[in-house]
Every structure is written in C-alpha cells, then in structure tokens.
C-alpha cells in the first residue's frame, strides 16, 4: 500500500510532462510559419543555369515572354547566379516604390564594379552612396536643374542645334552624333560650368567613347563575363570596354584638374567646384570617407555619360517617329504653330501643348531605352506577393514589361500619342509610364532631361520638317533598335527641311 502510494506522484509527474509536451507541439504546430515559398521559374541546367533559353541579344524579350508562363515575379539563373525578375506594372510599381527600401540596394555585378570600384553614385551602395546621392541632387537643384537657370542653358543649345541642322539644307544626314554633343553640353554646363563646342575634338572622342561603352556593356560577350568573370581577359569586348573606361575617366580627370587649377570657393561654376569645396571644408571624420577624388572623378563620369545617352538617345528616336509617322508630325506642328507661332518656345508652354506632350511621353514609352532596369538587390529578406525573397538576392525590374504592358496600353506595339490623351484632347498621366524607372533608384536627373527633350523636340519641329532620305519611303524607315546597355536607332539618314514662315506659322498664337 505504502510503494503504491509512492508510485502517484510519479504518474503525476509524468503525466503532467506529457500532457506539457503536447501542448507545446499543439501550440508548434498551429503556430509556426509557413513554409517559405520561393518564386517559380524554368528549372536551370548546372552550371549554366537557364542560359540556354535566353536570347542575349534581347534578353528583355525573353523575360518578358517567360513572365507570361511564370507570372510577375519569378526566378531564372543566369549561369550559376540567381535573379529574381519583376514583371508588369503594377509590380514593378509595387516593389520600387512601395518597398523601396527592401527593393533599393544595387547589385554590384563584375562589369559594374570594373566601372567604378564601388565610388560614385550609379554603381554603389551603403553611406558612400547615399552621400554622393544627397549631395548630388542638392547641388543640381542649386544650379537650377528643371528650373529657368537650365531653361536658358537649354534654350541657348536649341539655337545652336538649329543652325547645325540648318548647315546640311534640307539633305539628308545622321543626326545622331551632333544631338549628342548638345545633350551633353547642357550635362557639362552643370558639372563644369562651361559648354564644348562641336568640332572640339577631345570632346568629340569622350562622346564616342561612351557611347561604344554603352553598347559593349549590352553585348552577349558582357553578359557572359558577368556569370563568368574569370574568362575576363580572354574576351576581346571586355578589354576593349575597360580600355575605353579608363580613357574616358582620364579625359574628365583632365577637366577635373583644369577646374581645379582656376579654383575659386566664392564663385562655384558647377558641380566640380562644389564637390571642391566640400572637401576643403570638412568638419567630421565621416564627411572626409566620401569627399575624395575616386567619388568626384566616377560621380561626374556616371553623369556624363548618363546625362547625354539617355536624352540623346529618346530625342533621335523623336525626329525618326516623327519621319516615319507624317500624320502625327503633321499634329504636332498644327499645334505649335497655333499655341507658340514665332517666339521662343518656354516650358511653360508645356501646359498648353497637351497633344505634344503626349507625343514626346509616347516616344519614351515606345522607344524603351532602357529595357531592364540596372540590377537592384534585396537590402533584406522580404516577402513579396507571396514569395520569400533573401535578403542580398539579385533582382532585375523589367521595364520592357511595364513600358509594353498589355493590361494598361492600348496598343503596346505601336505609336499611339492618345495613350496620353483623355477623349477631350487632354493630356493625362499613366502610373505605367517609368522610363525612369522609381524609388530609390530612379533617375536622378528626370526633371532635366524632361525639359530638355521638351525644349529640344519642339525647338526642332518648330523650325524643321523631318523626312526619310530620298528613295526611302516611311515604310521603309526600321524602327528595330540597335541593342546595347540602351535601346538606341538603328544607323539611319533623314532630311531636316527648313518649314516656310508661312507653313509654320499660319496661325495666332494664344494669349500667354
């Protein structure tokens, strides 16, 4: 009786240990999260991963195509690394601007970093980066980026422009060299406080080295050496790239050190001398981690380049669906000559000129310079529309998906200015138009080039009518682009014929 007694607390104590052990596998098991669901995509070989189902030379295509099997965010590897690719509108949207700070790292890839070691503000990340960002936007806005200051550098570049343009009498001729050496004067204006002039050979030299850069950096043989950047030396393209990288940094070192010679704190002439300043007058350690030369030097080298590609780029291929689409050219100038006639066009005219600014918002859109947005990267683990995403995971927001999205244009594929236009004739905004991409990584230099391609396009058709070259139809123009880093226009020849007051200006304009 005694032993059994002894034997009941016992069987208590067990039976409270099992009774605690299942609820805590009851609690376990309802409460534990589920499990973490990777994004969907076609299954990669080894080594190469899904390499073989990519066309390299429009890779934008086939990821727009596999979006459509796969939906809006799935997975591909390119080679043995994975990326993360986010397709549509309304995801792109989603990501970069409602979690912009998961979406906002950059992904350095080899060839990035082979650009700028980490310096500069395009291809890096961490305090060095949001430093050269704050600083850089504060100091555009300082000399007047979108604001009447870069109005007048603009407007003063348009005259110029025209009397090239004037010079080849109505024959046909490529425009697309001497439309680059003025988008790029109104970029040099605001980082060095000057102008070039066109026949300026050095110059000259550092526009046609960016803009081979920028197509070798689109070129399979670069695609490769990202997911292979041991074959680096045995690729003639990558050689040839860095050795136009490093001629192309000491040309604006060479700038750089001219500035510096002729240094003034008390009157900055552009970016340079402020940067200049700011590190003669640095108070913290911190400050002097990110004044240096290796940021000024890549800083200016990635706005240069991207200040004079982009607008150059979106305004060539303006004038050759303006050459190929008469009817549309026709509109334009009918509302030009009715709402400006002769005096100097303004961008505050932009208001007036609704069916204009649809045009000019259509060519963005169609042109699609930039077709993958540069590699962004998860700054931490996130769960997105369903899908875990790790944190440091590569990820490419498509931008060919958005600009051509079916769901939100009309008629993705074709040159349609009323996708901008409300059935009065009104201009209208689209959340699906991000040629310059969004959140923290969006273009920082998007309120300039909106004013330059206004001022430059209407300053153009105002003066000139724009056609093919003789014994070429419009039909016959290509609008296949030539595919780099950028989307540019085929090599092509068009005639810009001087419009007759008459014709031009038939109409009174409004009252202002």
């Known amino acids: 009786m005694f032993a059994e007694l002894l034997q009941v607390p ?7 240990a099992l009774a605690g052990f299942l ?10 999260s589920k499990p973490k669901l990777d994004p969907p995509g076609p299954r990669p070989l080894p080594l190469i991963g899904n390499l073989i189902q990519m066309d390299l030379k429009r890779l934008d295509e086939t990821l727009f195509s596999l979006s459509k099997t796969y939906g809006p ?89 025209i009397k090239e343009f004037e010079q080849h009498k109505g024959e046909a001729f490529d425009n697309n060299l001497i439309i680059s050496y003025a988008a790029s004067n109104i970029i040099s204006a605001i980082m060095f406080g000057k102008r070039f002039e066109y026949e300026d050979k050095i110059f000259q030299e550092m526009i046609d080295r960016d803009r081979e850069s920028i197509y070798m950096a689109g070129s399979a043989a670069i695609m ?44 900055c002439r552009g970016y340079v001398d402020v940067f200049c300043t700011k590190m003669e007058n640095l108070e913290h350690d911190t400050q002097k981690l990110h004044y240096h030369d290796e940021n000024l030097v890549n800083s200016v080298t990635n706005l240069f380049g991207a200040g004079t590609d982009t607008t150059a780029n979106t305004l060539c291929w303006s004038l050759l669906f303006m050459a190929k689409y008469p ?10 000559s009715r709402v400006v006639g002769i005096r100097q066009i303004q961008t505050e005219d932009r208001k007036n000129l609704p069916y204009v600014n649809a045009v000019i918002h259509e060519t963005q859109r169609l042109a699609n310079i930039v077709p993958m947005a540069i590699l962004h990267q998860t700054s931490r683990d996130v769960t997105f529309q369903g899908y875990f995403i ?41 959340d699906a138009f991000l040629p310059f991409s969004a959140g923290r990584r969006a273009c920082l230099g998007e309120g300039l080039a909106r004013m330059e391609l206004f001022l430059f396009f209407t300053s153009l058709l105002q003066h000139f009518r724009f056609t093919p070259a003789p014994g070429i139809s419009e039909d016959e123009l290509d609008l296949k682009p030539l ?25 009174k304009p409004i009252e202002r």
Not at 23 to 32: E, N, P
Request: charged share 25%; with cysteine; glycine share 6%.
């Open 23 to 32: 609820a805590v596998h009851f609690l376990y098991t309802s409460f534990r």
């Open 390 to 430: 790790q944190k440091g995971t590569t990820v490419l927001p498509l931008l060919t998906s958005v600009l051509h999205d079916e769901s939100e244009w009309e008629t993705p594929t074709a040159f349609n200015p009323s996708h901008f236009l409300d059935e009065e004739g009104n201009f209208v905004k689209r």
């Open 483 to 507: 595919v780099g880093f950028t989307l540019h226009p085929m090599p092509h020849r068009l005639c810009a014929v001087r419009r007759q007051r008459g014709e031009a200006f038939n109409r």
């Open 73 to 161: 965010v799935f997975t591909v590897y390119f080679g043995p690394k994975k990326v993360v690719v986010l397709a549509g509108s309304k995801t792109v949207r989603q990501a970069l601007v409602n979690h912009a700070e998961e979406f906002g790292d950059r992904d350095i890839n080899p060839l990035f970093y082979d650009f700028n070691q980490g310096h500069g503000i395009i291809f890096a990340n961490g305090d060095s980066w949001k430093e050269m960002r704050r600083f850089t936007l504060t100091t555009l806005r300082d000399f007047g980026m979108g604001k009447r200051l870069s109005e007048q550098k603009i407007i003063e570049e348009c005259h110029l422009l």
């Open 327 to 336: 009817q549309i050219q026709d509109q334009v100038q009918e509302e030009l």
């Open 10 to 16: 016992v069987l208590l104590s067990l039976s409270g």
């Open 224 to 267: 490769i050496y990202n997911f292979f950047p041991w074959l680096g030396p045995f690729l003639k393209t990558w050689r040839d790239l860095m050795n136009n990288v490093e001629i192309a940094k000491q040309h604006i070192k060479n700038i750089i050190d001219e500035l510096k010679e002729t240094f003034n704190p008390d009157d």
